[in-house]
T-cell receptor, first 111, second 112 residues
Framework: QKEVEQNSGPLSVPEGAIASLNCTYS??????FFWYRQYSGKSPELIMS????GDKEDGRFTAQLNKASQYVSLLIRDSQPSDSATYLC???????????FGGGTRVLVKP | DAGVIQSPRHEVTEMGQEVTLRCKPI?????LFWYRQTMMRGLELLIY????????DSGMPEDRFSAKMPNASFSTLKIQPSEPRDSAVYFC??????????FGSGTRLTVV
């Protein structure tokens, strides 16, 4: 079992719709969770971090965490073509400083 | 703030040659991480340093890979000898508190 798992996609959404991305992790003691966006040929860029159960909103992005289910999600509201990218879920587990990434979900927003 | 600086941006080398990738972290950041990204395996952590000391190198694939951090502003990742399966994008990232990792632009390595 991979430490962090994501559906590879592509997730195709029409412009203006909500994109919903999911991530599961195996280390039950994990405390810190992140979503990165990576455009093709570019480096990962942090868009959200979440540390406690519940929802966290930042602009058009909402991260959701459920530690009991070992599940993290990201919602992108009012999706724009510029949101087309690969979204990487990342987790810091009980080992401490190691940031472990999922394989990423490719999102395509169609005008 | 110039961000994390990596060089070179692209490297093409022949199998068997030595390759050295370079990274300058953000000033004041006390953690430095080397990652490798491929289509098949995604982003993998190779090694990380804290205050210039290697803490965890369990992700280094084999003895052909080595990393050093002689001072707080410079780190190298060396592959000797290189093999075609080492072809990937290598990212350096640095961090100071707050768990915010900043990635460099990456080095795209092609071994032919």
């Amino acid at each position: 079992q991979k430490e962090v798992e994501q559906n590879s996609g592509p997730l195709s959404v029409p412009e203006g719709a909500i994109a919903s991305l999911n991530c599961t992790y195996s280390d039950r003691g994990s405390q810190s969770f992140f979503w990165y966006r990576q455009y093709s040929g570019k480096s990962p860029e942090l868009i959200m971090s979440i540390y406690s159960n519940g929802d966290k909103e930042d602009g058009r992005f909402t991260a959701q965490l459920n530690k009991a289910s070992q599940y993290v999600s990201l919602l992108i509201r009012d999706s724009q073509p510029s949101d087309s990218a690969t979204y990487l879920c990342a987790v810091i587990g009980t080992a401490g400083n190691k940031l472990t990434f999922g394989g990423g979900t490719r999102v395509l927003v169609k005008p | 703030d110039a961000g994390v600086i990596q060089s070179p941006r692209h490297e093409v080398t022949e199998m068997g040659q030595e390759v050295t990738l370079r990274c300058k972290p953000i000033s004041g950041h006390d953690y430095l991480f080397w990652y490798r990204q491929t289509m098949m395996r995604g982003l993998e952590l190779l090694i990380y340093f804290n205050n210039n000391v290697p803490i965890d190198d369990s992700g280094m694939p084999e003895d052909r890979f080595s990393a050093k951090m002689p001072n707080a502003s410079f780190s190298t990742l060396k592959i000797q000898p290189s093999e075609p399966r080492d072809s990937a994008v290598y990212f350096c990232a640095s961090r100071h508190g707050q768990l915010r990792y900043t990635f460099g632009s990456g080095t795209r390595l092609t071994v032919v």
